[in-house]
């Protein structure tokens, strides 16, 4: 069974600074896609980069960068120069085919000024 | 990018009274619908899937005589909350996948709606 993990509840980082989210995910399968989604307070999911499994080469969006770690199963968020504007919810998701997404439990993101 | 709206916003009802959700895709065919709940602080549950024309697939747990989902073309779907109770509150958000896209994307969510069962 599809499972993804957020071991992080909450994080916070100064602004200006570099954080980096944690995912880890569970799949049988070798062809997927894996996606981090933003839920800022209005509560609108927004796409912020994905990933798909057959590329070697790690996805960036300008200040948003991952670590995928197809071996060890693990996905990871970087997020460079930090704005106040990042703070939100951060959802790790997987998702095989055109199947459903499975989404982690998320990361409160604290962005201090 | 695209976009998907939904109606109403947020919605207050009696209990015992139903509510329909809708889901539209703005500026896409949405050959495939999902609708997800959402409870405070919590990830998303993913509800059913529909696909246009045919009957929703609902994940385990959810009764689908409860929840209701048409999928009438391919601009729109609706979510039924029949006979809602209090325990039914929780903010409701769905998803549409571009029928013209290829096996690489992703899904468009709509901004949510909110549900209030007094």
């Known amino acids: 069974a599809q499972t993804v993990t957020q071991s992080q509840p909450e994080m916070s980082v100064q602004e200006a600074e570099t954080v980096t989210l944690s995912c880890t995910y569970d799949?049988?399968?070798?062809?997927?896609?894996l996606f981090w989604y933003k839920q800022p307070p209005s509560r609108q999911m927004i796409l912020v980069i994905r990933?798909?499994?057959?590329?070697?080469q790690n996805a960036t969006e300008n200040r948003f960068s991952v670590n995928f770690q197809k071996a060890a199963k693990s996905f990871s968020l970087k997020i460079s120069d930090s704005q106040l504007g990042d703070a939100a919810m951060y959802f790790c998701a997987y998702r095989y085919n055109f199947n459903k997404f499975y989404f982690g439990s998320g990361t409160k993101l604290n962005v201090k000024p | 990018g695209a976009v998907v709206s939904q109606h109403p916003s947020w919605v207050i009802c009696k209990s015992g009274t139903s509510v329909k959700i809708e889901c539209r895709s703005l500026?896409?065919?949405?050959?495939?619908m999902f609708w997800y709940r959402q409870f405070p602080k919590q990830s998303l549950m993913l509800m059913a899937t529909?696909?246009?024309?045919?009957?929703?697939?609902?994940e385990q747990g959810v009764e689908k005589d409860k929840f209701l989902i048409n999928h009438a073309s391919l601009t729109l779907s609706t979510l039924t909350v029949t006979s809602a109770h209090p325990e039914d509150s929780s903010f409701y958000i769905c998803?549409?996948?571009?029928?013209?896209?290829?096996?690489?994307?992703?899904?468009?969510f709509g901004p949510g709606t909110r549900l209030t069962v007094l």
């Open positions: 529909s696909n246009e024309g045919s009957k929703a697939t609902y």
């Open positions: 799949t049988s399968e070798s062809d997927y896609y």
């Open positions: 998803s549409a996948r571009d029928g013209l896209a290829g096996v690489g994307d992703t899904q468009y």
């Open positions: 500026d896409f065919q949405a050959t495939t």
């Open positions: 990933q798909e499994a057959y590329k070697q």
